[in-house]
């Protein structure tokens, strides 16, 4: 645990005096293929060529040399993923040899059993009737594979938008039982008919930021703190996307906001909790670099 503080300080001294970006936080695409068709999706569709196993840690290593010490693995479906008789288990095994922490995000329609990564996370997005709309009739099989799992550091993720916010206290009340906590994000506009419906403006997510941060402290388990929920409401926090790298299924890696190369950057549109913490924990904001802490469950390496 100390050497991650003197990492995270070291990060901060190169910034403040030398002018130095480090990114800390990695997000690694290893493929745009899923066997789901959100509704909300923009990758799903998307094709091309996938890595093999030595061009993904050729990848880890180079974002390791960037600075990169939290590496999140996502898709697409990244369960899917498969180089021969390699598959996800050996990307997280190779990665945990240089990172921190190393994280999933699945769609939670396979099984969640003896997954070696350190935080895991299922999205979730919606009560039975909603979920099928969004994400196709799965909500039975993704809760079966949840009440299964064996992860002992199991989050859920809420994308909320116009069809589901209304059930979320209902959300967060039926996973509080089933996992250790809830993340949150609103839905981005990467462009299509589909966002028409989806998306919530800023002008509208006030009140349900507000009913968060009363469930929050009602005592369930929302994890993002008070402090980035109420600068969501106007997106007003300092954003140092610059701690944030991502890699693509083609090998391209670049540093800074979620939807570069991805989409069409707006911060008005923006709705990335997790953008909203890591600044915040880079501006010493205690509660958000604690909620890290107790996320990312950090290793020595």
Excluded at 139 to 159: C, Q
């Amino acid at each position: 645990m100390s050497f991650w503080f003197f990492y995270f300080f070291k990060v901060f001294f190169r910034k403040i005096f030398f002018k130095v970006n480090t990114p800390i936080l990695g997000g690694f695409k290893l493929t745009h293929r899923c066997n789901l068709r959100c509704y909300h999706c923009p990758f799903w569709g998307r094709t091309g060529k996938e890595l093999s196993f030595a061009e993904v840690k050729n990848i880890l290593d180079k974002m390791h040399e960037m600075g990169v010490r939290i590496m999140i693995f996502e898709g697409g479906e990244p369960f899917l993923w498969q180089d021969g008789d390699k598959d996800i288990r050996d990307v997280v095994n190779y990665a945990k040899k240089k990172y921190f922490s190393v994280g999933i995000t699945t769609n939670g329609t396979l099984s969640m059993k003896g997954i070696p990564s350190d935080v895991l996370w299922v999205s979730f997005d919606g009560m039975r009737e909603t979920y099928s709309k969004i994400r196709g009739d799965v909500f039975d099989r993704i809760v079966k594979n949840i009440d299964e799992s064996d992860h002992k550091n199991l989050y859920a993720n809420i994308t909320i938008n116009r069809i589901n916010e209304s059930e979320l206290e209902e959300m967060v009340k039926f996973l509080s039982e089933k996992v250790k906590g809830i993340t949150i994000q609103f839905h981005y506009p990467y462009g299509g008919e589909e966002d028409k419906e989806l998306f919530i403006p800023l002008t509208e997510r006030i009140g349900i930021l507000d009913r968060l941060i009363n469930l929050k402290k009602a005592g369930y388990p929302v994890m993002d703190t008070y402090k980035a929920l109420n600068l969501m409401k106007n997106n007003d926090w300092k954003c140092h996307d610059w701690l944030i790298a991502n890699a693509n299924p083609d090998g391209t890696v670049s540093q800074g906001c979620y939807i570069k190369n991805r989409g069409e950057v707006n911060c008005q549109y923006c709705g990335f909790a997790a953008h909203a913490e890591i600044s915040l924990g880079f501006d010493l904001h205690f509660p958000s670099i604690n909620m890290g802490r107790k996320i990312f469950k950090y290793r020595t390496i």
